[in-house]
């Protein structure tokens, strides 16, 4: 019986693997991309309900990297052909957080691509609850991955809001959290445990690209944030830095804009927290001069307010709709169909201050 069900799961994961590298280019059919999940949907239940066979350290990294490889040319090809089914895509997610215990590598396909005999992977193991490195060969399972930088740039559907909407519309939790939530939080731990300098500031190393963190709060990042959120303060602390090693004289838009949107987001923000995180020196005197310096300079103008309250009766109603709006899974597109005026809409949706 054992040796019957290894054999299917090996016909499985060879006729699996030989139809995803025939069709390896970029953009197939949805028929066909519905029939290979289908596939691996079939493989990865053998695979998890096997008894007794396939338990050698070896076999588990040579599953996991068979998982991985396909589950990320799935991942990309619904991204291409902009796959209609939530149910699907969620699904996928759902099983990237599984393997990984984080979603940072759907941004990350280049990974798969590097062309090297060995490369390095991260396997999370539930049972001893940490994540492992794992030095795959190239005789494992290898698919030349399509997702390029450059490719995005021309693409009117982004990655982020692609995944975004069809993990809202399932309505999908990761650990209890949302996506947005889930992906903000594990990024800046990494970035903060790596002690990468200043100008590795955790939006623009962890999400490529700073126009990202303001999506993720415009769906509902730190809508119930209190003032002495960490996060919040490690990722103000980290502008400020930006803005530290620039000179004290200029400020990247990008960075700017990404600054503005967060403390319009937040309730309020706590000084004490920010003195705390301590990312742009290590003595307590130097951030506070540089805290007040960002203050008097007006590069963030509502960084002042944030820290010394009261706030405003419009940021307050503002948040108190944004809330409502998340608990029931109507944030952002939910502001639209408001019956308020689109200056109004605009503000809510943190466009505006």
């Excluded at 303001?214 to 303060?233: I, Q, S, T, W, Y």
């Excluded at 742009?280 to 309250?309: A, Y």
Aim: proline share 4%; aromatic share 10%; net charge positive.
């Amino acid at each position: 019986m054992i040796v019957s069900e290894k054999l299917e799961a090996e016909e499985a994961m060879t006729k699996l693997y030989s139809t995803a590298k025939r069709f390896s280019q970029r953009y197939i059919s949805p028929l066909v991309l519905r029939q290979i999940y289908r596939l691996y949907c079939k493989w990865r239940g053998l695979v998890r309900n096997r008894n007794g066979w396939w338990d050698s350290r070896k076999d588990e990294r040579r599953i996991y990297a068979f998982d991985s490889c396909i589950l990320h040319y799935l991942l990309e090809r619904c991204f291409w052909v902009h796959y209609g089914d939530n149910k699907v895509v969620a699904h996928l997610l759902a099983i990237l957080f599984e393997l990984d215990g984080h979603l940072g590598k759907i941004f990350d396909f280049s990974l798969l691509s590097s062309g090297r005999k060995h490369w390095r992977t991260k396997y999370h193991d539930h049972e001893q609850g940490r994540n492992t490195m794992l030095k795959l060969s190239a005789e494992d399972f290898f698919m030349e991955s399509t997702w390029k930088n450059e490719a995005l740039d021309a693409e009117l559907v982004k990655p982020l809001d692609y995944f975004l909407e069809h993990a809202y519309k399932r309505r999908v939790l990761f650990n209890n959290k949302r996506f947005a939530e889930q992906f903000i939080v594990h990024s800046i731990k990494t970035i903060l445990g790596r002690r990468f300098s200043l100008l590795c500031h955790p939006c623009a190393m962890s999400f490529k690209c700073p126009e990202i963190l303001p999506k993720l709060l415009r769906h509902g990042l730190f809508v119930n944030a209190g003032p002495k959120d960490e996060n919040v303060g490690k990722l103000i602390t980290g502008i400020i830095g930006i803005y530290a090693t620039s000179g004290l004289e200029a400020i990247p838009l990008q960075i700017l804009e990404m600054g503005n949107v967060l403390l319009r987001a937040v309730k309020s923000v706590d000084p004490d927290v920010l003195m705390k995180c301590q990312r742009i020196r290590n003595r307590t005197p130097l951030v506070q001069k540089l805290l007040t310096n960002v203050v008097e300079t007006d590069v963030l103008p509502k960084l002042r307010i944030r820290c010394g309250g009261p706030q405003e009766l419009q940021h307050i109603c503002r948040c108190v709709i944004r809330k409502c709006l998340y608990e029931s899974w109507q944030l952002p597109t939910g502001i639209c169909f408001l019956p308020l005026p689109t200056l109004m809409k605009e503000y809510i949706n943190l466009k505006l201050d």
